[in-house]
């Protein structure tokens, strides 16, 4: 799939629009609950997207380098809230003329990164954190064919590196992709979920 750099910006608004959507559908008595992502709850899992957020939405602006930007909130006694705040500040760092020309500086992925191909990243871990919320929740995720095509072809390009997979990384080991399976559950076995571990309830 040929992704534009206007491509990947609304990709990647409608990826963060969806996980705000289904932050949006938990409840008080949800923050404490396991998430997929291994030793995190809720919370905290809302508390790593919203930093992501804020340390993409930096490094859009040239201040990737800077610790700050990437550190979780301290205060979380309103998770949607906060995630919310920090999903506006990336989307309008995201919308900027020229961000996907930009050299990203991402700490986490060890260097920097053209603009296009940062958002990228961002643009498919909001897809995968997407679907850890709406898993844990029992929720399914509303995403287009396109986009989940999208996250595909992102996903099936990075690279099975030990520096950028496994704990502390920013991708899981991946894991194998049974025949069969669609776009969405490759997309969760390559960057190192389990999808059939965690079914949406009716």
Known sequence: MNVTG???V?????AVHEALRVVGLAENADWDRATPCADWSLRRLVAHMTAQHLGFAAAARGAGLEAAHW???RDMDEPARVHEAAAATVLAAFAEPGV???EFALPELGGSFPGRQAVRFHFVDYV?????VAATLGAGLELSDDVLGAALA???RVPDDPAVRGPGNAFAPAL????????LDETLR???????RWPARA
Do not use: C
């Open 71 to 73: 550190r979780e909130p």
């Open 6 to 8: 206007a491509d990947i």
């Open 190 to 196: 390559l960057l190192g979920r389990e999808p059939d």
């Open 176 to 183: 194998g992709v049974p025949d069969g399976s669609g776009p």
């Open 10 to 14: 609304e990709l990647d608004r409608i």
């Open 128 to 132: 995968v954190h997407a679907w850890d």
């Open 100 to 102: 996907t020309e930009r």
């Open 154 to 156: 992102t996903a099936r």
